[in-house]
């Protein structure tokens, strides 16, 4: 098997290429720059001329915008991207005929659930530009499905973390202050609740879809085996750590963020469709992680 990955720059990205190749897959990664085919989804001559002549037998579609802060303050940028550069690629697979497309929509189509865990049927509340635009992702895979029979899988993850994350993200920069033994500030006292797992259990979810007939018109919550309070998540990373570190309770930064955000997923799809265990306990990732920042710093 050879596979397309789009979006292979980023943390999950660089990942889920990395595990491919442990598994005996041959992978052909694609972002914006950076690999040997690099180029715009946006630029149809890339996609329909560099990319239509490459050989391979599935793709794996996750370029996108995920700042949240870049998709409100820039909302056309983010459809374009996200929205208009998936569509491209879904013509491609159509006409590639390839044996599957996976589209890596975000748990974040559900907004704030109303209750948990958030089952693959539970409503979409979408509430910014992003989640919107993994909205549309989904039909349009969806509307491939069901008029092409482009044999499509969507994901919806939850909290990813490990090797190659941004500074800014949660998990990067607890590991980072304790390990400095600096103070974490916990906003809202660190009440918000998620379910982080590591990318890598990501990318054993990703090549199961690939094999997996099953998985075909199918989309998959994902997530930990748990979920995890960010507080318990900075306690859990200073524990690792061995670090000093003091934990320091404050309030929420706005008033929106007064109640806390509570979601994680069933993961019983998963489980009873592909048989799907995490390889990765949320320790081990941490751990994992926490060992790749210290050769950075």
Same mark, same amino acid.
């Given at each position: !098997?050879? #596979?397309?990955?789009?979006?292979?720059?980023?943390?999950?990205?660089?990942?889920?290429v990395?595990?491919?190749k442990?598994?005996?897959?041959?992978?052909?990664?694609?972002d914006?720059?950076?690999?040997?085919?690099?180029? *715009?989804?946006?630029?149809?001559?890339?996609?329909?001329?560099?990319?239509?002549?490459?050989?391979?037998?599935a793709?794996i579609h996750?370029?996108?915008?995920?700042?949240?802060?870049?998709?409100?303050?820039d909302?056309?940028?983010?459809?374009?991207?996200?929205?208009?550069?998936?569509?491209? !690629?879904?013509?491609?697979?159509?006409?590639?005929?390839?044996?599957?497309?996976?589209?890596?929509s975000?748990? *974040?189509v559900?907004?704030?659930?109303?209750?948990?865990? #958030?089952?693959?049927?539970t409503?979409?509340?979408?509430?910014?530009?992003?989640?919107?635009?993994?909205?549309?992702?989904?039909n !349009?895979?969806?509307?491939?499905?069901?008029?092409?029979?482009?044999?499509?899988?969507?994901?919806?993850?939850?909290?990813?973390?490990?090797?190659y994350?941004?500074?800014?993200?949660?998990?990067i920069r607890?590991i980072?202050?304790?390990?400095?033994?600096?103070?974490l500030?916990l906003?809202?006292?660190?009440?918000?609740t998620t379910?982080p797992?590591?990318? #890598?259990?990501?990318?054993?979810?990703?090549?199961?879809?690939?094999?997996?007939?099953?998985?075909?018109?199918?989309?998959? *919550?994902?997530?930990?085996?748990?979920?995890?309070t960010?507080?318990?998540?900075?306690e859990?990373?200073?524990?690792?750590?061995?670090?000093?570190?003091?934990?320091?309770?404050?309030?929420?930064?706005?008033?929106?963020?007064?109640?806390?955000?509570?979601?994680?997923?069933?993961l019983?799809?998963?489980?009873?469709?592909l048989?799907?265990?995490?390889?990765?306990s949320l320790?081990?990732?941490?751990?994992?992680?926490?060992?790749?920042?210290?050769?950075?710093?």
């Open positions: !098997m050879k #596979v397309l990955v789009t979006g292979a720059s980023g943390m999950v990205g660089r990942n889920l990395a595990y491919l442990q598994n005996g897959v041959e992978t052909i990664p694609t914006l720059t950076g690999w040997e085919v690099s180029g *715009n989804l946006l630029d149809k001559e890339f996609v329909f001329g560099t990319l239509a002549s490459l050989d391979f037998d793709i996750m370029a996108a915008i995920t700042e949240i802060k870049k998709t409100v303050e909302p056309k940028l983010c459809f374009d991207v996200n929205c208009m550069g998936s569509l491209n !690629m879904l013509e491609l697979a159509n006409r590639k005929k390839v044996s599957r497309i996976l589209c890596t975000s748990a *974040n559900y907004g704030a659930p109303k209750s948990n865990p #958030v089952t693959e049927d409503p979409f509340d979408p509430r910014v530009p992003y989640d919107y635009s993994k909205v549309v992702l989904e !349009m895979a969806m509307s491939f499905f069901k008029t092409k029979g482009l044999p499509v899988s969507l994901t919806r993850s939850w909290l990813l973390f490990g090797e994350d941004q500074p800014s993200r949660a998990t607890f980072r202050a304790c390990l400095k033994d600096e103070p500030t906003f809202n006292g660190g009440r918000d379910s797992t590591h990318a #890598v259990n990501f990318a054993k979810l990703a090549l199961t879809i690939l094999r997996e007939e099953k998985a075909v018109g199918r989309a998959y *919550n994902f997530g930990g085996e748990r979920p995890v960010i507080r318990e998540l900075a859990t990373v200073k524990s690792l750590t061995g670090s000093k570190s003091q934990l320091t309770l404050a309030p929420p930064r706005t008033q929106l963020e007064a109640e806390p955000q509570i979601s994680y997923p069933s019983d799809r998963v489980k009873s469709e048989r799907y265990e995490h390889e990765l320790e081990e990732g941490l751990q994992r992680t926490i060992a790749w920042v210290k050769k950075q710093v």
